[in-house]
């Protein structure tokens, strides 16, 4: 099974871009064969979805409070997607969780069977 690790959060201001980035590894096949979402979940809140992309040159789609600023891209030879996050807000502070699952996975977050362990983001105003 793929493992997923999260990197490049931070402490940023509002208005600032951050790009976040989610490693794959493990004994699996290319996650070009995975469906990938990001997700991300504030203090006493629920695990809300940002963004995803679907397997094999599947569709991207975004949460409306994201689209336009955010984008998500992969790189199926490092095995590695990204999260390219533009004119941060300060509704964006979480924690920001990738996620895979071997099917066409959408927005739920019960449909992905593999998550990493989350990197933070702080957005100051």
Known sequence: QVQLVESGGGLVQAGDSLRLSCAASGRTSSIASYSMGWFRQAPGKEREFVGGIMRLGG?????????GRFAISRDNAKNTIYLQMNSLKSEATAVYYCAA???WAAVSAADYTV?????QVTVSS
């Open 115 to 119: 998550w990493g362990q989350g990197t």
């Open 59 to 67: 569709s991207i789609h975004y949460s409306d409070s994201v689209k």
């Open 101 to 103: 699952d071997s099917r």
